[in-house]
């Protein structure tokens, strides 16, 4: 029994190196190993690959054609809605910040999506992209006529806010752009109409490198370091499934074509996708931008193409708050990276926003679900501890049996004797050797996927316990609450009844130890919820002690002894025959 429970924990520490393993999406691979890579080539000259809005050589470019509606300078306008801060240049029509207004960095400033220091040549939000260079060099250079608004600033926090870019030039060259932003769910309605002469075009909608300045850094990381950041990725949601795609493997397979419910890029917290795109095609391409000192950030830049020309597409670019996501699309849930345990995270998400709406506080939160869960729980774990005495009890005599048999080798089929002879006593005693193992196999789901829960969730970000920890989504700057963790992950194992062998016990003892050293980096709410479980399970083996009373181990006679007293039974048999 008690190799099973030994097997049942490494197991577990086994699943919570492979979550990090498979669903932690690696360190990007340095810029010079992607330099080093072949580029691909477009498999169609239907899409333009994603290309610098600059491209064409100046000795290439023809003198371009006066601007018939236009405007004198370069200006900015500002978008306010209820929850970010848009800020769109005439230059191009395009998106130069997307700013969180409930979300900021570790800086203080409001996070802003859209990366502050990409390079002039790199395509901004929503510039266009045609099959034609040049014409693509004056879509996203000219200096479009916006209309909309007088003052430079457009109020969309009670409704609906329009920005529209016109531009026309002596050569037939018109061009249509159209925003209209939603005042509280961050998402953006997108138009536009290119024509050339009489010809229509079909633009592809780019976004260029992103995410942005927050959680954009090339995260992955070891599991025993605990980087638990999350790089920015491609996702995009086709055929039921939800893929995702790291910036190395976008060289190798750039291009997606289907039907999305949603496609675009996102990072550990945030999305950038459109919503119900429908039929369209998708390019990805690695973009290393320099980050904090000598480093650099691996971002990938994005573009979408419709079959026909966009008409009020819809994109959202904002947190992966699940409230958030459901009521813009319930299927861009999904895009929270939750993994195997989705369909358990997120009822407890649920579970946890629901509880903080009354708390006020998600630290006291996360302690009151997780001692709702240890509650939910607590009769398979109260099974488990019974039944766990039980075979305790049965040590001495199960020891006898092993010892029997313990010359011989395991291809022995005398040694089959010894297993039908510990399963008689079994069922003598009324003892189920599996009972002790599976309810604890059973709680491991919702354990892990609380786990994954709080990996995950932006509802931590920034969300302050008290005391010395400001951020639930960051490692304790102390690293009190991960000592704390493993002292009970010891105290437990001191008080949980054990029948393991002294070589087993060993390195039973040493797990604390690991798993402290594991959950170092690890959010503080995720150490909290472990903590507390911990208190949890000591208390209730506390309990379960005092509610079934010390154990009581059955002795086993020597065999000397055994058979004296049946030679006794034997002649006592005898003489009564006699009589």
Not at 107 to 115: C, S
Request: charged share 20%.
């Amino acid at each position: 029994m008690e190799r099973r429970v030994f097997v049942a924990i490494l197991l577990s520490f086994a699943v919570l190196y492979g979550y990090q393993a498979l669903f932690v999406p690696p360190k990007p691979a340095p810029p010079a190993e992607l330099a080093q890579r072949p580029q691909p080539v477009a498999t169609s000259s239907e899409t333009p690959a994603i290309k610098p809005a600059e491209a064409v050589p100046e000795s290439a470019r023809a003198p371009e054609p006066p601007a018939l509606m236009t405007e004198a300078g370069e200006r900015e306008i500002v978008v306010d809605t209820a929850t970010s801060q848009v800020v769109l240049t005439n230059r191009g029509g395009r998106i130069l910040h997307w700013r969180l207004k409930d979300y900021r960095d570790p800086q203080g400033a409001l996070v802003d999506l859209v990366p502050s220091d990409v390079p002039p040549d790199q395509p901004r939000p929503f510039s266009l992209l045609v099959d034609d260079q040049q014409i693509t060099t004056r879509l996203n250079g000219a200096l479009f006529q916006a209309t909309g608004d007088s003052s430079g600033r457009v109020d969309a926090s009670q409704g609906p806010g329009t920005v529209v870019f016109e531009y026309q030039d002596a050569a037939g060259l018109r061009a249509r752009k159209e925003f209209r932003f939603d005042p509280r769910n961050y998402v953006v309605s997108f138009s536009a109409t290119v024509t050339n002469g009489e010809k229509v075009l079909n633009p592809t909608i780019a976004w260029g490198p992103g995410l942005g300045d927050a959680g954009a850094a090339t995260g992955g990381g070891s599991f025993f370091t605990g980087n638990y950041v999350q790089p920015p990725q491609a996702i995009y949601h086709r055929d039921g499934d939800v893929e995702r795609i790291t910036a190395g493997d976008t060289i190798e397979e750039p291009i997606y074509e289907g039907v999305f419910r949603f496609a675009g890029l996102d990072d550990h917290y945030f999305l950038a996708a459109a919503v119900n795109p429908g039929r369209a095609r998708l390019e990805y391409k690695p973009v290393t931008l320099p980050g904090p000192g000598e480093t650099q950030r691996q971002l990938l830049a994005h573009a979408i193409r419709f079959p026909e020309p966009p008409a009020t597409v819809r994109f959202f670019v904002g947190p992966k708050q699940l409230d958030v996501l459901r009521s813009v699309e319930p299927e861009m849930a999904r895009a929270i990276s939750f993994g195997m345990f989705r369909l358990l995270s997120l009822p407890l998400l649920s579970a946890l926003t629901w509880i903080h709406g009354f708390i006020g506080n998600y630290g006291w939160a996360i302690i009151l679900l997780t001692i709702l869960i240890n509650l939910a729980i607590f009769p398979l774990r109260h099974k488990s501890l019974v039944s766990m005495r039980k075979v305790q009890a049965l040590q001495p005599q199960l020891k006898l049996i092993q010892d029997r048999y313990a010359g011989l080798k395991v291809t022995d089929p005398a040694k089959q004797k010894m297993q039908t002879e510990i399963m008689a006593l079994y069922k003598e005693k009324g003892v189920n050797p599996a009972s002790g193992c599976l309810p604890m196999l059973l709680t491991m789901p919702v354990l892990f996927a609380f786990y994954s829960l709080l990996s995950q969730a932006i509802e931590l970000r920034g969300a302050e316990f008290g005391w010395w920890i400001k951020d639930l989504s960051e490692h304790d700057p102390l690293y009190i609450t991960p000592v704390l963790m493993a002292l009970t992950m010891f105290w437990q194992q001191k008080v949980t009844p054990s029948t393991a062998d002294p070589a087993q016990q060993k390195v039973m003892m040493m797990m604390p130890l690991m798993f402290g050293v594991m959950f170092l980096y690890a959010p503080s709410g995720l150490v909290l919820y472990w903590f507390v479980g911990n208190l949890f399970a000591i208390g209730q083996q506390y309990f379960t002690n005092w509610w079934i009373g010390p154990p009581v181990v059955a002795t086993a006679r020597p065999p000397a002894e055994r058979r004296l007293k049946n030679a006794g039974s034997g002649r006592t048999a005898g003489a009564e025959n006699k009589n």
